[in-house]
């Protein structure tokens, strides 16, 4: 599976934005999706989840409630909807793919494949 990751930018404390990955290389059917982040000298962290059965979702605690994953298996695509932005939130955002028979999503780091990073920058 390979994955690209867009929509990463430079927006103020308070606005939105989504992120998309696209996947690539087979199909989706049994796939999970995550998005992780990292912010400079820090560890990569988990931020959503998105199994492929019925898309049930996972989030860290710090975004529950102001950001949203979803999946569109018609586009091959996974989103990133980001609200109510905050300073903290500011690093490189990587979209990672898992090929799993597990119903619920993967909130670790043990994906098989892992998208090129996207930079969200917040200002305060």
């Known amino acids: 599976v390979q994955l690209q990751a867009s929509g990463g930018g430079l927006v103020q404390a308070g606005g939105s934005l989504r992120l998309s990955c696209a996947a690539s290389?087979?199909?989706?059917?049994?796939?999970?999706f995550g998005w992780f982040r990292q912010a400079p000298g820090k560890e990569r962290q988990f931020v959503a989840g998105?199994?492929?059965?019925?898309?049930?979702?996972a989030y860290a605690d710090s975004v529950k409630g102001r950001f949203t994953i979803s999946r569109d298996d018609v586009k091959n695509t996974v989103y990133l909807e980001m609200n109510s932005l905050k300073p903290g939130d500011t690093a490189v955002y990587y979209c990672a793919a898992a090929l799993t028979d597990s119903d619920w999503p993967i909130i670790h780091l043990g994906y098989d494949y892992w998208g090129q990073g996207t930079l969200v920058t917040v200002s305060s």
């Open positions: 998105i199994s492929w059965y019925e898309s049930r979702t």
């Open positions: 290389g087979r199909t989706l059917s049994d796939v999970a």
